[in-house]
């Protein structure tokens, strides 16, 4: 077969060179050529057949050599079985006969050779491989490794860095795992293996996805992930289906697909193979076979072709591979066939010929006008800060991206010359006049719409349009291109992540104006206008080290938020922000098991703020710590700057992405539609830490010394003019490398005083924002908690403006503390806020603190508090405040000495700006009105406080000066701002006062005593008591025997409980009577036969609870999570304390009564509702302490 391929090939050369020969000549006629063409296509096809048998019968050839291989597979386990049963024969043979020859031994088993395994570092995704790769070494190869010892050797021996450090450590250690190869291997296992977890394998395979890749390679990775999961079948089959490509799925439509996973596999398999086979073939028919070259004819038309092809501009994940033209349609093919194309008026045209010669790259210099309709794009090409419209063709069969010699030098554009020349021929081979390329373009940015690539094109002579966009181009983008309309629908992947502005469904050839106003800009960084670009902050930033990563607190499930009912209008609003955010890719739709509410609030012009109710999401996500700046820090790290540039970026949590793989957790929920967020929202826990990070990490090496970053806000300051052009350009540079963007209408460059989070910068020091303070000067007087507590969130942040703040404003902070009245301000209060509104309004200027300059401490102590000022000396050689200080005593600390208070005053000031005074070359000096201090240092007798004290001073160079109060009028101002707190000292008491009762007062004392206007008492009643008129007697008699205060006592102490307060002549009858015929005692009392044992007397207490005893009862159902009461009783004064509890520890005598007298009340009142008995402890203990206890004599 290939002798007849090779002979046919010969025929077929030695055909084409007699047919250019005849062309050559006059006497070719265009019958004849038809007729040679059609030679040429047949012997084509029967090329092509025989290529297709050849494949066959290498197909089976491979099969044949398989089953070959087979064979001689199944021959060695054969002759290995004679040979083993021929050394058994041997064996038997041996035993029989008495050994008169030397026993024969058996041939040496061979084993097949099996490569060491790689050196493995200790990555713990590897170690399973490394592990089996060196077990199947000691499984083939035994005699090479038959010890512990040795496999042991050759395991360290293969590792390296932390794994090779550890398997030393563990050597000289000399311990158990030093000398048995499995137990080495599992203490390995247990360091450096470290398996995904179920949760995050399930999550790659759930987002796994084909992209680029081939199926097969597609394949090998789902299925190592299968592996690891315990999903079954059906919904692995439907994971693999959807990650497949979305070409390989409109092909899979119109077949019956399998039900198994495998069945899934093996038809997408085919269909893959079937679809690459189909690309080739189309790309053979269209360019015939290696040295094949169509036959020229005359046409009015040119194609030029340049050798060798140029790289391509995407990376090879995203290009479909060199040589393989992207079919544009009918009317493309038609025209690369060489046939007639249709024109508006119904003529033929001129005839067009162009392909891909076998040595280069070709593209056309003349088409027609009905055919350029349809390609055409409008393009924008952006050089600096300079924009230029042009019009660009697509051309799938041009094998390079082309502009024109003229146009390009028109426009100005640099050149780069080529490191080896292109040769420019036809396609006949002859030379053109332009030919060779030698130049191409410098990297110029190329704008379609709101796509944007930076991109070289080689330089030739092109008719209009001035710009050929071929097939690298189409293979880079993969744009989806209506030919109809001129319209690119759709972008590629890549495109996605790299190429857009902003992610659209549909965008025409029309470009897009610029979207940054360079007047606005400084002349000193117009070359860097695209760092304030609209459209370049709206495109979908890319995954960067700092994505926001959602860490769950294991075992969390993210919640599902409730649905939000929208009105007409924010109906209409929630569909604007869904269909913006997915045309500018910051959403899309979602499949997540999360949910979070979606719902709108009015803004304060009116208009409608998007929310997402991420609490729950909020509350079971790892936090972030990283800490924000301290704002405090930055403006003192102003000193000596004279200019200052703000920068405000632009979407600034939008410029940062979800961690890939998270972005399911942002997943929220709408009326229409369930979607998930892929850049940073408003309203995660995490999201300011992140950004922080991210912004901090860009300028670490600008933070503190031109630069400060607080969240999206930035600050650049200089002392010098061009010191400052520097630090700004610097800034700008890092940005824009790392794809932020600012928002230029809220930047404001080179001035001497800004705004910066609230405060007015300048070079002669800080004050507060006028805006801020003109809301502070209409502020009405709080009638809330909430509105004092506005305010005083608001004072706080400019207390270090406001001398002794914390004194003035200590009445309105009084009254947020927890309190049962209703809110309103005291006289004092109110005279706090006025003041405290007044001196917002006066504040000074607080200067910039100079770390070369000496500083001045003034410090005071009252005896309610502590002031002192921090200042420095200005030009005018005057003190300057550079901050102020305030803060009250504690009515521990007001009791402290004179010294002690002054003393602690300086500790307090010292520590409040220790960051400027500690660690100075030069000492600074503290001014205080207490004269002793000045010889603190030099004191030998220190009390315990001030020895603790001195401590920390010994970290500060400073001097102590005497000032006269007279003198020191600023600190000792601040000092006496606070009100003294009233001390008084009383007796503390023996007793909690939980257990002191108060007296008790009942209706039913009352009533009786109404009625002695119709019953009056008799002369005899005794004084202190009521008579009970006959009306009255049986309710209380009901009430000193049933009642839960009485407790169903007996005789004697139910008539001691009611004559305390009651009596009548028969008061002994009737409660015995009445006792007597009580129906609940009868069934509730204990038998009150002696006991007879004799009991050990205890020792007699002198004065309540000095002696006590206890007891429990137990056995009794559940009640609030109790089962045990608890007796405590005083044996002095007989009192009881129950306690309900969970245990039962031991008994004790006396005790035993007081459960006995327990267990009957519980049994009066909670025996038809036994799981309430803990509710009536405090009575049962109530009623055993109010009666009257009498020591029985020991017989």
């Not at 600096?384 to 030098?409: K, L, M, P, W």
């Not at 495109?539 to 080290?545: C, G, K, S, V």
């Not at 200089?718 to 790392?738: D, N, P, W």
């Amino acid at each position: 077969l290939s002798a007849t391929l090779h002979r046919d090939l010969s025929s077929i050369f030695h055909f084409l060179s007699c047919l250019r020969d005849r062309m050559s000549g006059p006497e070719m006629v265009p019958a004849d050529l038809e007729q040679l063409v059609g030679v040429i296509r047949q012997q084509a096809m029967e090329i092509v057949n025989l290529r297709q048998e050849l494949m066959h019968f290498r197909a089976e050839i491979t099969a044949l050599h398989a089953e070959t291989a087979a064979l001689r597979a199944e021959c060695a386990g054969l002759r290995s079985d004679l040979t083993a049963l021929q050394a058994d024969h041997d064996d038997l043979a041996a035993a029989q006969a008495p050994p008169t020859e030397p026993i024969r031994q058996p041939p040496p088993v061979s084993h097949p050779k099996i490569s060491l395994p790689d050196k493995w570092d200790g990555s713990g995704t590897k170690c399973d491989v490394f592990l089996t790769n060196l077990n199947l070494v000691f499984e083939f190869q035994p005699s090479c490794y038959p010890t512990d010892h040795s496999r042991i050797a050759l395991l360290t021996s293969l590792l390296t860095g932390q794994a090779a450090e550890w398997a030393t450590a563990v050597l000289k250690a000399d311990g158990d795992n030093a000398h048995s190869y499995p137990a080495f291997t599992t203490e390995l296992r247990t360091v450096f293996q470290h398996p995904e977890s179920e949760v995050e394998v399930d999550s790659r395979l759930y987002h796994l996805k084909q992209g680029s890749r081939s199926v097969s390679r597609y394949t090998t990775e789902f299925r190592t992930l299968a592996v690891q999961t315990t999903w079954s079948n059906a919904a692995l089959r439907t994971a693999y289906y959807e990650g497949l490509s979305i070409r390989l799925k409109d092909e899979l439509a119109v077949r019956e697909l399998p039900d198994t996973l495998e069945g899934m596999i093996q038809l997408a398999l085919r269909v893959d193979q079937r679809m690459s086979h189909n690309t080739k073939s189309v790309f053979r028919s269209l360019t015939g076979p290696p040295g094949y070259q169509r036959t020229p004819e005359p046409s009015t038309s040119h194609a030029v072709a340049a050798s060798p092809p140029p790289p391509p501009v995407a990376s090879e994940a995203h290009s479909t591979g060199a040589g393989e033209p992207m079919q544009i349609g009918r009317t493309s093919l038609r025209y690369r066939e060489g046939l007639d194309l249709p024109s508006s008026s119904g003529k033929r045209t001129d005839q067009v010929k162009r392909g891909r010669s076998s040595s280069g790259l070709t593209t056309a210099k003349t088409y027609p006008k009905s055919f350029i309709s349809r390609l055409l794009l409008q393009v924008s090409i952006l050089m600096g800060h300079q924009r230029v419209e042009t019009t660009a063709f697509v051309d799938s069969g041009a094998a390079g991206n082309f502009i024109d010699q003229a146009y390009a030098a028109q426009l100005g554009i640099v050149n780069e010359a080529l490191s080896q020349p292109l040769n420019v021929t036809a396609l006949d081979g002859r030379p053109l006049s332009f030919s060779p390329i030698t130049h191409r373009t410098q990297e110029l940015t190329l704008v379609i719409g709101s796509h944007s690539e930076n991109i070289h094109l080689y330089v030739t002579k092109l008719p209009a349009p001035p710009i050929i966009l071929g097939h690298p181009w189409l293979i880079t983008h993969d744009p989806l291109i209506s030919w109809t309309s001129n319209r690119i629908i759709h972008w590629g992947a890549t495109c996605q992540e790299l190429c857009l502005r902003a992610k659209v469904g549909t965008c025409s050839g029309e470009s897009e104006g610029p979207d940054v106003d360079l007047e606005a800009i400084p002349v000193q960084y117009r070359d860097l206008a695209e760092v304030f670009s609209k459209r370049s902050a709206a495109r979908l930033p890319p995954h960067r080290p700092y994505d926001l990563a959602i860490d769950l607190v294991p075992g969390a499930v993210p919640p599902r938020g409730h649905l939000y009912s929208l009105s007409a209008q924010e109906q209409l609003a929630m569909e604007e922000y869904v269909v913006e955010g997915l045309r500018s890719g910051t959403i899309r739709p979602s499949s997540s098991p999360a949910a979070a509410g979606f719902f709108f609030v009015k803004k304060k012009d009116g208009g409608l703020r998007p929310c997402v109710d991420y609490r729950g999401l909020n509350q079971i996500t790892v936090k972030n710590r990283h800490p924000l700046p301290l704002t405090n820090t930055a403006l003192d790290a102003l000193s000596g700057a004279h200019f200052f540039t703000k920068l405000d970026l632009r979407s600034a949590y939008n410029l940062v992405r979800i961690r890939e793989g998270d972005e399911w957790k942002t997943a929220f929920i709408t009326p229409t539609g369930h979607y998930e967020t892929l850049v940073m929202p408003f309203g995660l826990c995490n999201s300011p830490a992140a950004f922080q990070h991210f912004i901090n990490d860009v300028l670490r090496d600008m933070l503190g010394r031109w630069c400060y970053a607080y969240l999206d806000d930035i600050l650049n300051y200089s002392k010098t003019q061009e010191e400052h052009t520097q630090h700004v350009r610097a800034v700008l540079q890092r940005l824009l490398a790392h794809q932020l963007f600012c928002k230029l209408e809220k930047c404001a460059f080179h001035q001497h005083t800004t705004t910066f989070l609230g405060f007015v910068i300048s070079a002669q020091g800080v004050a507060m924002d006028p805006q801020k303070l003109e809301a502070v000067r209409a502020w009405p007087l709080p009638t809330s908690l909430k509105q004092l507590q506005r305010f005083l969130g608001f004072a706080n942040f400019y207390r270090r403006f406001i001398r002794g703040f914390s004194s003035t404003a200590a009445p309105l902070t009084a009254l947020t503390k927890p309190s049962r009245g209703d809110f309103h301000l005291t006289p004092e209060a109110t005279q706090a806020f006025k003041s405290l509104c007044h001196q917002f309004t006066t504040a000074p200027v607080l200067i910039h603190p100079e770390p070369t300059k000496h500083f001045v401490v003034e410090v005071d102590a009252s005896d309610v508090g502590v002031g002192a000022v921090l200042s420095q000396r200005g030009p005018d050689e005057k003190l300057h405040p550079c901050s102020f200080f305030s803060r009250k005593f504690n009515p521990t600390q007001q009791r402290y000495g004179v010294g002690d208070r002054e003393l602690l005053a300086i500790k307090w000031a010292l520590e409040e700006w220790r960051h400027w005074l500690q660690g100075g070359n030069d000492p600074f000096t503290v001014w205080t009105d207490h004269q002793n201090l000045t010889v603190i240092r030099q004191t030998k007798q220190l009390n315990p406080r001030q020895a603790r004290w001195a401590l920390f001073f010994e970290h500060f160079n400073f001097h102590l000066s005497y000032r006269p109060g007279s003198k020191n009028t600023k600190a000792d101002a601040l000092s006496r701002q606070h009100q003294r707190d009233t001390i008084t000292s009383e007796p503390a008491p023996v007793l909690p006062p939980q257990i002191i009762m108060a007296p008790l007062r009942w209706g039913l004392e009352e009533r009786v005593r109404q009625a002695h206007g119709q019953h009056p008492p008799p002369p005899d009643t005794p004084a202190g008591r009521l008579f009970v008129p006959n009306i009255f007697r049986q309710e209380v008699l009901q009430w000193g025997h049933d009642s839960t205060l009485a407790g169903h006592q007996g005789v004697q102490r139910t008539i001691n409980f009611i004559g305390r307060a009651f009596w009548w002549r028969t008061l002994r009858k009737d409660v015995q009577e009445y006792v007597q015929a009580c129906n609940i005692c009868a069934r509730s009392k204990n038998s009150n036969a002696p006991s007879t044992g004799e009991l050990q007397p205890l020792p007699v207490p002198k004065r309540p609870w000095t002696h006590i005893s206890l007891d429990f009862v137990s056995g009794l159902p559940e009640s609030q999570g109790k089962n045990t009461i608890l007796t405590i009783v005083d044996r002095f004064s007989k009192a009881v304390h129950l306690v309900a509890l969970a245990g039962l520890p031991q008994i004790n005598g006396q005790t035993e009564r007081a459960n006995q007298q327990l267990e009957r009340f519980l049994r009066c009142f909670a025996s038809e509702h036994q799981r309430s008995w803990a509710s009536y402890l405090v009575w049962a203990e109530l009623s055993n302490n109010l009666h009257l206890h009498r020591p029985k004599p020991i017989r």
